[in-house]
């Protein structure tokens, strides 16, 4: 418990990401649809980020700043969701630690937000399952598993489970859908030809594929994959997985034209 | 050993242009299948790593206990116990030994530890003889080159690589070509001769056995089994906390280390207690042992402390990506991969490591497949933490990090900042949607395009609609 006063708000409280946020916002718009077909009410509270930049980096205490103002957002909510196991996985596991030692109610409503957020496709399957999936797609895609959904929160049928039940979608698997894809959050920025050499071995391999288009449920990857491959002149595009499960996708492809909004 | 982990950003690039190394790379995803093959194949192997993971936190918790035990029972059966607190001594003990025994010529088995204390270097500048017996050490000493990696330290070397050092050693007239087999056969001959006229044979141990005072060592070539019979001498050399309990926990750790480093079981496994005996056919007459410290004991105890229950079996780095685009000399110290970037800035130090733990995506594949649980990914982030909070940072990282903090700690101005970006950035892709260059993010669009963003943020989109 909070131990606050004000009560706990009922419905998801959606965290879009800063990159969903600020790159592709039908990302933000498919999750809402998706958490309002499973019959949640959904809130967007003003937000900024999980802390992952500066704690990656080996900053906590600028870290620990932007998770207290998180904290102060989200913990009035039921749930909190967010299209990303990246920053889920901060949330749940790295944003408690970030209080360690620190008592009282910022380090308490730490705990709680982390044990009341999910990602996305764990938490669609977790309440509705597949049933609340109307999408019809004619497209052949695969699917990219980003590391610390799929090492941390242990994400890897839950996304494929509800793309099965999009109408016409053909899932193939790609060689290197487990395996980095190099981003990395500031690694990218840090040691860009070494981020390039693992982003161009997973183009390869989805070049290798049957696949015309890359799903995924994490921007940094989606981002650093279709950003190599467009720029290599590869035709495949990438999307968000929301997008796909929620039937959004009239806008282009991540990067390849004029957005919507 | 010298390092050069100092210029990682410069060696990883240099390894990433260095045609002849990425064209023996991918040879770690036969060693990836031999570990997914060879753990799936064992029923037991989860309960396998559990056990074997108390073993080895026994060993850390108990380590002076065990190591008093071990001097006794090696020193009852005849072996002479020397305790050395870092390289330096480490060398000097080896050096006495050699001398006392009025020794030429030295074999030596492969050992991390005795690369570690540079003790190759040591004995050839004191006018020995030196010959490392194991075929990819031996490769590489011919190249004069460190190792690659911690089981298979020649595996970035091609064989028309090695046909040429081959070739260029033994005076062999070759044309190129020869096969693997061949060119074992070939060194295995010449290292022969020399492990018969050695005086001393060196090899490192793969466990210290409490109870009974013995080495165990595990090989694939047999060639340390030769180095500690043959010469006259044997000298061992290991680091602290490669001691156990008893036999019982030995083996079971080897079946683990096995396994996990792709194997059933190794193709040698030695089990030496003291120096061979009178009346016996084999066995060298003296066995000295040389407990290494060399910066564990500071480890112990610290936030560093699991990473010492590494059995060496390589598992990290063979499936890590970094690693796998560079090899491990790129590392520029002993230890490569992921745990060399864990324990190198801690047995040297950090202002000259700083590089290893931050070339990480903290993808988390290690820890997946490390046999004995070492978390590497959160070690990685702690040395992160203690890089921020000992050494100077890049005004450019910390000047982003605050602006980034000031703005990221007040969601609703925030808000308003990132709608005011969306908006430039939008209007610098003209309508593309996509970046092709820009000038802070350069380490981004020299090889990918950013999808620019749509003109809108989704919070303001969001609040739009209503």
Known sequence: ?261 | MKSTTESFGKNARDALADRRLQRSLPVIHEFRRDHERATGALPGYAELKRIGRQIREHSLANVATLLTEFEQTAEAAGARVHWAADAEEARRHVLDICAARDARRVVKAKSMVTEEVGLRAALQEAGYRVWETDIGEYVLQLADEPPGHVVAPALHKGLDEIDELFATAHGTASEGGRSAEQLVEEGSGVLREQHAAADVGITGANFLVAETGSVVLLTNEGNADLATSLPRCHIVVATLEKVVRGLEDASLLWRLLSRAAGQEVTTFTSVLTGPGERGESGGPEAMHIVLVDNGRSDLLGGEFHDALRCVRCGACMDHCPIYESIGGQAYGWVYPGPIGAVVTPGLTNLEESADLPQASTLCGVCEEVCPVDIPLPSMLQKWRRRAVEELPQPARSTWALALWRYFASRPKLYRLATSVVARLLYLLSFGRGTLRRLPLLSGWTASRDLPAPEGQTFQRAWRRRG
């Open chain 1, 1 to 261: 418990m909070s131990g606050q006063t004000d009560r706990v708000i009922p419905g998801v409280a959606l965290f879009a990401t800063c990159l969903v946020d600020l790159f592709r916002p039908s990302v933000g718009f498919a999750a809402a649809r998706l958490l309002e077909r499973a019959g949640f009410t959904v809130h967007v509270p003003p937000q900024a980020c999980c802390g992952q930049p500066a704690f990656n980096s080996g900053d906590e205490e600028r870290a620990r700043d932007v998770a207290r103002a998180f904290v102060d957002t989200f913990s009035r909510y039921e749930y909190v969701v967010t299209p990303s196991g990246s920053c889920a996985s901060m949330i749940r596991f790295d944003m408690p630690r970030l209080f360690d030692g620190a008592s009282g109610p910022a380090a308490l409503r730490a705990l709680e937000v982390a044990e009341k957020t999910w990602e996305l496709t764990a938490f669609l399957v977790e309440s509705g399952g597949a049933e609340i999936i109307d999408a019809e797609n004619r497209a052949t895609v695969t699917y990219h598993d980003g590391c610390s959904g799929l090492r941390k929160l242990s994400i890897r049928e839950q996304p494929r489970e509800l793309l099965r039940a999009v109408r016409g979608l053909t899932l193939v698997e790609y060689e290197g859908a487990a395996q980095c894809c190099g981003f990395g959050g500031t690694f990218c920025v840090k040691f860009p030809e070494l981020s390039t050499e693992m982003c161009h071995k997973r183009c390869a391999q989805i070049a290798e594929s049957a696949a015309d288009e890359l799903i995924g449920g994490e921007m940094g990857c989606l981002m650093n994959l279709s950003g190599a491959m467009a720029r290599q002149g590869q035709p495949i595009g990438a999307r968000h997985v929301a997008e796909v499960l929620a039937g959004m996708t009239d806008t282009p492809a991540l990067g390849r034209g004029k957005g919507s909004v």
